[in-house]
């Protein structure tokens, strides 16, 4: 593939998440204004994971219009977030303004895969990475790279992600439709639907999407330095992607009883060793 033809996906997909951000402050999926006024901190099972992030550096990869991020904020933790939206991160920073976490949170706007260089080459406590990311990414081991590179000695790196097999179904649900591995040409398709109840279709409907199995993507960030703690495959996700999922609580969707179980998101913890400094030449 040339360089021209992936930079002209990558900014067909900005265009569509640059869309996806105005509809996405008014849907009842994110539910903006009832986030600010519950004062909403991190889901219970990524407490869990990472526990008392209190006074710790995090930094939220592809954050999007930024809730996710400014949760960990309400919690203590001196937050930034980072996506390729314009649109995505200037609501991000008027969310944060009107909640009162602008002290704890910087939003900055660059390709995850510049990561390192828009971020001055600092190091985080904590690299985050929240549902919804790795389809986006032509390539999961330059991906890798950056994380390894931002994740401080002794520091951790959280990821919970849509289930790579899930990503190979059909929208049925019910056959494979796409390979599981990685594949050299990107899945495209034209949709004016976006995952929320948005009030209408897009208009920048042309996206371009890449899977990453779960070996690929664990092996490129041991490879960048990272240790892995533990993997977690769940018979759950956030949203309804299939018509036969029904709501669980929590938030959560799942298979109606009776039904056989399949993975829909994944979650892993990697690490980086205290005396294994990140690469500084990346």
Known sequence: MSRATLNEELAANRANWDERAGLHLKSRFYDVEGWLQERREPQER??????????????????????DTLAWARV????????FSPAAIAAAREIADRAGLADRAEFICADVYEAVEALGHGTFDVVYVSLGALCWLPSVDRWAEQVGSLVAPGGRFY???CH???????????????????QPEPYAQDSGLTYTDASRPLTNQRTYEWNHGIGE????LIRHGLRLEWLAEHDWTVWPQFPWLVP?????????AGRPRVPLTLSLLASRPSDTPPDPGT
């Not at 990524?46 to 809730?67: F, K, P």
């Not at 203590?76 to 996506?83: N, S």
Request: charged share 20%; glycine share 12%.
């Open 159 to 161: 990821l919970h992600d």
């Open 248 to 256: 669980n609580g929590d938030g959560i969707w799942a298979a109606p």
């Open 164 to 182: 790579p097999l899930a990503w190979s179904l059909d929208e049925e649900g019910r056959a494979l439709e796409q390979t599981y591995f990685e």
């Open 76 to 83: 203590g933790a001196q937050v930034t977030g980072l996506d």
């Open 217 to 220: 993507t664990v092996t490129a």
């Open 46 to 67: 990524e407490l869990d994971a990472l526990g008392d992030v209190a006074g710790l550096r995090l930094l939220h990869l592809q954050c999007h219009i930024g809730l």
